[in-house]
């Protein structure tokens, strides 16, 4: 190999960070990770932090989006010019083979123009727009952190056809789990925090079942015996593996670890750019890998969802992801800087 590949990972949630640990891990020495936020959060892998590209308080945001040619360009903004000439800086020094973007149309784009391969990951969604399909063009490979199936009918042939479908692409629990007989709420970094209100009164609904909830969550004005909000764990791998039923959004990390672990999965997705969640989780419900709903439901309604939940066949989800995943990945992108 001629150089290490680098992996732009971004900010917004934590599945792109996962991904990209997974992946690194399964070729030490291989990669660098490079994003906002990284410092002390990969491990052995090595990284390069990147200065914050929001604009803040009292700075100009004009001209996010250029026309169709890139979605987020704002001007003015100091830690955008940083970040911009760090990587630059460095892929002119460390020669890179490749740069594997996960995702931003804006490096892909610089990382093309500093005449170095590079691969795309495409997350679920509706993604047809002119700057992804620049993007995906000026890949020598697009990889999709899924399966096959559950792509989005809309997706053109061309893409699909470039296209490496490379599910399990998470760092998901591999020990055995201790069963916990509990309905377990995962909240995301992405979002909002959940609706503690809502989420108590969910539970006030099963007042003789067990619930747990990690993430961020607001204070309930009434918590219930049953319900136990835990904050932020570093075990929810471990957790969402043991539990009885898992509850959450549509996020690649939650998604991949309740894949992994073949859990009852209800699924609530959150609005996020390009539908990217809604079209996942519309397609886990066509493919009756778990229970789907667009909005939070009454609390009445959950003692039902949960029993649909609990006879859901497991093999459904199960077959939807890849244990091998994250090795395969790293071949092939190991085969691709060769």
């Not at 989420?199 to 909830?213: F, G, Q």
Request: aromatic share 6%; with cysteine.
């Amino acid at each position: 190999m001629r150089g290490q590949i680098g992996y732009y990972v971004h900010h917004q949630g934590d599945g792109h960070r996962q991904r990209a640990l997974a992946i690194a891990k399964a070729a030490p020495g291989s990669f660098t990770l490079l994003g906002t936020g990284l410092a002390g959060r990969t491990e052995t892998i090595p990284c390069l932090d990147l200065p914050n590209d929001d604009p803040g308080t009292g700075q100009p945001a004009n001209a996010a989006a250029i026309g169709d040619s890139l979605h987020y360009a704002p001007c003015g903004v100091e830690g955008i010019r940083q970040r911009v000439a760090m990587l630059a800086d460095w892929i002119a020094r460390e020669k890179p083979a490749l740069i594997v973007v996960d995702v931003s149309v804006e490096i892909a784009m610089l990382g093309r123009l500093t005449g170095t391969p590079m691969v795309y990951v495409r997350l679920s969604g509706h993604r047809g727009d002119a700057p992804h399909l620049d993007a995906f063009r000026a890949a020598s490979a697009i990889i999709a952190p899924f399966h096959r199936e559950l792509d989005d009918d809309d997706t053109p042939p061309w893409v699909r056809d470039k296209t490496v479908y490379l599910p399990g692409l998470s760092v998901a629990y591999r020990g055995a789990p201790a069963a916990r007989d509990i309905f377990l709420v995962v909240a995301g970094k992405g979002g909002r925090p959940l609706d503690g209100n809502a989420l108590a009164a969910a539970a006030a609904a099963t007042p003789d079942e067990p619930w747990r909830a990690i993430g961020p969550v607001t204070a309930p004005e009434n918590l219930p015996p049953n319900l136990e909000i835990a904050g932020w764990v570093d075990t929810a791998g471990e957790e969402i593996a043991g539990a009885r039923v898992v509850i959450g959004h549509a996020g690649d990390g939650l998604v991949s670890a309740v894949m992994a672990a073949g859990r009852p999965f209800i699924c609530l997705p959150q609005a996020r750019p390009f539908k990217e969640q809604i079209v996942k989780a519309r397609r886990l419900d066509a493919l009756h890998a778990a229970v789907v709903l667009e909005n939070w439901p009454d609390a009445a309604a959950w003692p039902a969802l949960l029993r649909r939940a609990q006879a859901l066949d497991p093999r459904a989800i199960l077959r939807l992801h890849d244990p091998d995943g994250a090795a395969k990945a790293a071949q092939f992108l190991l085969s691709l800087a060769e």
